[in-house]
């Protein structure tokens, strides 16, 4: 039951990070990418066809984060249950009496609200992206009403506001990070070479300052109720709580180093290449450009080497975080 | 220096000074670790060999336990005994009891619960009592 448990509330955290990650992709792409003139034969630009990919990734995010948490859902109640098949009737009572459940009815009414949306924004429905939006951000908040954060009995408490400003520091940066990967990077090769040079290092450039924001705020949230729930150090290392902690902790600090890397050693290539595409603009044809070309390509090569690395750390982090949620606190 | 950098650095600033202010505060906070969900005392207490049927078992919990999921059975040689619906003590929250509907005869007891506190991570226990009567 703890590995159910444990692999329902993994996938919910996927789910909830590509959701805000469609979201913050559209923003950046949006802010970033230059505009393009509309193509001719109704042939959407490529532009749009990025922003209705978003839409698709974020409406599957969704569907799938409702039968995660109906998973959970079921769990639970097969926690209480015991041996006993689990019943409708306590169900009802977990969803109708319990703080929980009213987490748990919230978490899933945005999760179907903002499928809603993403499909509305595939159609390209006016004001459907803003409604995702904001649908996705309280997706994102909603996930500590059916965590140990509740345990105070309160939405208002503490630990509720720390780990929600915490999951969604941390779905901004992976989420976001996973959209630029599988939507924008992968998307961009279609382009021609100065096109795609350039378009991939404005999302990262763009990318860069909101990953650095966020992941300040995923660990000084994290820190922060890290000091609340262990009563001392000595329980970092005496409890399953604290080793797991440890290892996430750890598997943190590989994942920012690699995002350190991005930033300092493959953006000024991909900046240097885009430099090169905008010089040449649609011939391509620029003295000296076959060498800005290669360098450019080779930076793309190291970016996605890099930032898939970046990615797969931190889904071990995250399916780390998954257990040490599913886990008992340590007792005071 | 760029303005969106700087903004930027501005940002990861605030958010330090702000989270660096919370961490500090946090050992005058309630720790939370210290307040995980246990059973502090119970009426009638563990191994309590009882002259009479108590009529009610009374469970006194570490925290406020969530009343629409608890449970409370008693089970002895003839089986499982009536026990009402459990209830919360009107004056103290973290009280919860259920009446025991019907005498219980002479011999041994197990009292088995289940709760939670609001994150409904189930806490279980027993514990068991003798009732020395009416042989």
């Known amino acids: 039951m703890f590995l159910i448990g444990a692999a329902a509330r993994f996938g919910g955290y996927l789910c909830v990070f590509a959701i805000v990650g469609m979201v913050v992709f559209r923003l950046l792409a949006r802010a970033r990418l230059p505009a393009e003139p509309a193509p001719a034969g109704g042939v959407a630009s490529w532009q749009a066809a990025l922003e209705r990919r978003a839409a698709r990734g974020g409406l599957l995010a969704c569907s799938a984060l409702v039968v995660f948490d109906l998973v959970r859902l079921w769990e639970q109640i097969k926690g209480f249950s015991g041996a006993d098949p689990a019943t409708l009737e306590l169900a009802g009572v977990i969803l109708d009496g319990t703080l929980w459940g009213s987490g748990w009815k919230l978490q899933v009414a945005a999760a179907a609200a903002a499928g809603l949306c993403f499909g509305a924004a595939a159609r390209r429905w006016p004001a459907a992206w803003p409604l995702a939006g904001g649908l996705a951000l309280l997706v994102a908040v909603s996930r500590p009403l059916t965590g140990h954060a509740l345990e105070q009995g309160s939405w208002l408490s503490l630990p509720v506001i720390l780990q929600a400003v915490h999951v969604l520091a941390a779905a901004v940066w992976i989420g976001t990070l996973f959209a630029v990967l599988a939507l924008g990077l992968r998307g961009a090769r279609s382009l021609p070479a100065p096109r795609r040079s350039a378009a991939i290092a404005a999302l990262v450039a763009g990318f860069s300052p909101v990953a650095l924001s966020a992941v300040t705020a995923l660990f000084m949230a994290g820190a922060a109720t890290s000091f609340l729930y262990l009563d001392s150090l000595g329980a970092l290392f005496a409890t399953g709580y604290g080793l797991v902690l440890l290892a996430k902790v750890g598997g943190f600090a590989l994942v920012a180093a690699a995002g350190y890397f991005n930033w300092q050693k493959v953006r000024p290539v991909l900046d240097a290449g885009a430099g090169h595409g905008d010089a040449a603009g649609e011939t391509g044809a620029v003295a000296g450009g076959e060498d800005a070309d290669r360098r450019a390509q080779a930076g793309e090569a190291t970016l996605l080497r890099a930032a898939s690395l970046e990615l797969a750390i931190a889904v071990a982090v995250l399916a780390l975080t998954a257990v040490l949620v599913a886990l008992p606190m340590p007792a005071g | ?135």
């Open chain 2, 1 to 135: 220096m760029s303005k969106r950098i700087v903004a930027t650095l501005a940002v990861v600033a605030i958010l330090a000074v702000m989270f660096v202010s919370i961490a500090l505060a946090a050992p005058a906070a309630p720790n939370v670790a210290g307040l995980h969900l246990k059973l502090d005392k119970s009426e009638p207490a563990a191994e309590q060999v009882l002259e009479a049927s108590p009529e009610k078992i009374v469970l006194h919990f570490s925290q406020r336990p969530e009343l629409a999921i608890s449970r409370v059975t008693i089970t002895g040689a003839e089986g499982e005994a009536k026990v009402g619906k459990v209830q919360r003590n009107e004056e103290n929250e973290t009280i919860l009891w259920a009446a025991v509907e019907e005498p219980l005869a002479h011999g041994a007891y197990t009292v088995a619960w289940v709760t939670s506190s609001a994150d409904l991570h189930p806490v279980r226990g027993e514990f068991t009592f003798t009732v020395r009567a009416g042989r």
